[in-house]
């Protein structure tokens, strides 16, 4: 049997779910559809099935992020190609492939986007060892989902006749309601699931018959990568040269050895708020949440909360509370909410990247508050990690520990803080702060000065590659 290497495709940015999933912390990252995150839920399920580490292709920024999520689960340690910029699943793939074939190794890929939910895994595994001949013997295999009504929100697969793996005989684009009600009635139709199953050097060689200008740039973007630790930071330049495409359009509609088995595994690709809404535990009324939340005379309501959210007399709404943003929106409407995101980026609103909670690879930060001249913010380090040694142009900073052990480089000074000690560090004063200690560290920082933005930063040893 060939060896079977699992490829993570963690890219996305999640803006349907807004305003829970953001750009710097799209919806892969969230617990939505249980206690653990998307993409801990999505390795955890194809564990068991291969040997060999995965292959996570993500976005530059989220590096430490999968990193820390896939460790807290004692999952192998990935390899981890990281996209300096977006180009769609086509080049993401071929990124993936020639990081499989480096050793010289030519491993069947299982290709998952990172945040669907699959709830009949037995069933997943054995649908993939249904499908591995198939792919170890050339064909590119893709997994099609039996419909169970005629959804426009997703792309469909004409199946050819027979049982089992088969040939593909088109690749269909989202229908109009009643071409999708053909569909359903056809049989002969399945939604696109855009999980893959084939050889590396398969993938190889049908991307070079077919869009040798994709595999041109991203064998460049390969062979002149940055290579530190387990991350493969692509080339920029020769990446973002490479045309922006899907693996559908690229490969699959093109090559003749398409093939699709049709599954029925409990698959939810989790694309909407109304989606969420359907793989969520629901009362006798139809309501779902996560959450502390309260439904009265209410149905069919979704709701999530950080907070004590009631829902009173109302039917077929989403809700949805974080620190800095509500999001309320009829449960057949929710495809408008990136629209909204749409239009925070253009007023160039923090709102559609960040969360009021920042994540770091050293811990996170929380803009508590903000007035004219101050910032209010609350830190967490965890253990063992460090802040970057910096300086800052236009502002000081009062530090006050509320727990755990705080480490201070200020200029020439080496000093440890404890819970209700504080210290200063006055404007353009070089500074570390650092966590010695075994368990997590926090503080609260006061900011004064008349400019607090996050880029007046002045960088002199930074642990984690920044500049």
Known sequence: MAMLQVVLLSGGSGTRLWPLSREAYPKQFLPLAGEATMVQDTWSRVAALTTLKPIVVANEEHRFL?????????????????????????????AAALQARAAGEDPVLLVLPSDHVVRDVPAFHAAVREALPA??????????????????????????????????????????????????????????SGMFLFRASRYLDELARFRPDILDAVRRAFDAASRDGDFVRLEREAFAASPSDSIDYAVMEKTSDARVLPVDIGWNDVGSWSALWDVSD??????????????????????YSRRLVALVGVDDLVVVETDDAVLVARKDRVQQVK?????????????????????????????????????????????????????????????????????????NDVFDLHANQSTYI??????????????????????????????????????????
């Open 135 to 192: 792919a170890e013997d050339g064909a590119l295999v893709t997994f099609g989902i039996r419909a169970w009504a005629p959804e426009t929100g997703f792309g469909y697969i004409q199946a050819g006749p027979g049982e089992g793996v088969r040939p593909v005989l088109r690749f269909v684009e989202k229908p109009d309601p009643d071409t999708a009600r053909a569909y359903l009635a056809s049989g002969d139709h399945v939604w696109n």
């Open 339 to 411: 629209d909204v995101v749409a239009r925070l980026k253009a007023d160039q609103r923090s709102h559609a990247v960040l969360h009021r909670e920042v994540h770091r690879p050293w811990g996170s930060y929380d803009s508590l508050d903000v007035g004219n001249g101050f910032q209010v913010k609350r830190i967490k380090v965890k253990p063992g990690a460090r802040l970057s040694l910096q300086s800052h142009a236009h502002r000081a900073e009062h530090w006050v520990v509320v727990r755990g052990t705080a480490r201070v480089t200020r200029d």
């Open 426 to 467: 006055p404007l353009g004063a070089r500074h570390r702060l650092e966590n010695p200690g075994a368990d997590p560290l926090e503080l609260i920082e006061v900011q004064s000065g008349d400019y607090l933005g996050e880029d007046d930063i002045i960088r002199y040893e930074d642990v984690y590659g920044r500049s």
């Open 66 to 94: 999968v990193a820390e999520q896939l460790r807290q689960i004692g999952a192998p340690v990935p390899d981890i190609v990281l996209e300096p910029v977006g180009r769609n699943t086509a080049p993401a793939i071929a």
């Open 282 to 303: 629901q009362d006798e009324h139809g309501n779902a949440g996560h959450g502390d939340v309260i439904a009265v005379d209410s149905r069919n309501t979704y709701a």
